[in-house]
């Protein structure tokens, strides 16, 4: 693999530092299945942030599976995870462009990257523990208007195994948005409903109703390892989700 050029540490936001001291409490066994957390105010207190910033970290917890928010009676533990559909590779593609409308519209996707060592988070969703990740962030653009966002982490060993050049935009841009779906054997992808993406989208909101599909999805390689875990974000209201089921 070529040498990488890294960038200066990109700041990781408040809630994603909450996101994680929490997904690592409740993964480590720090509170049972169905325990109730401490309330918002304590916790928020205890971990030294706004509600705010805390109710952001939460929301990712119950999109990942973790929790439970019941309003009224407080946040919940569940460890549940549920990929669903798993699709073979018959011309699979992005789904950004398979359900988001207009999608043969967009003209621009701008990307940044860089490089975190894996997190328990990324050792969760991926299945193992690479020496590093390459996180990927895509915003989807119609007339340089945000119309979608997509979040992407792959593991180091599959940069360097298929070739990607890290110094080259374009390569990593075609891999991740179409090189992935050509090489993987299969996928599987979540569907849920997300509040979260305004934020989640850091620098360019892009829905003023907050209300998204959030599709989760893995790709797989021959082997059955992860390939790439991505969160596409699509805003409801623009967006058509559809599955057929043949017998």
Known sequence: MNDINIRKKIKEPKYVTIYNILFKMITLGEFSKNDRLPSEPDLARDLGVSRTTLRQALT????????????????????????????????????????????????????????????????????????????????????????????????????????????????????????????????????????????AAKKHPFSSKDQFFLLEEKVYLENNSVMAFSKFYLPVDTSTIRINFKK
């Open 60 to 199: 990712l917890l119950q999109e990942d599976g973790l929790i439970k928010i019941i309003r009224g009676k407080g946040n919940f533990i569940t460890k549940d995870s549920h990929y669903i559909n798993t699709i073979p590779n018959n011309k699979i593609q992005s789904s950004v462009y398979k359900f988001l409308n207009n999608s043969d519209k967009i003209d621009d996707v701008e990307m940044e990257f860089h490089l975190e060592t894996c997190k328990d988070y990324f050792h969760r969703v991926l299945g193992t523990k690479p020496a590093a990740v390459v996180v990927i962030d895509r915003w989807y653009k119609i007339d340089k208007k945000v119309v979608a966002y997509s979040f992407s982490i792959v593991p180091i060993e599959n940069i360097s195994k298929f070739n990607v050049d890290l110094n080259d935009h374009d390569s990593l841009l075609n891999f991740i948005e179409k090189d992935i779906y050509d090489i993987c054997d299969s996928i599987t992808l979540d569907i849920k409903f997300s509040v979260s993406g305004n934020y």
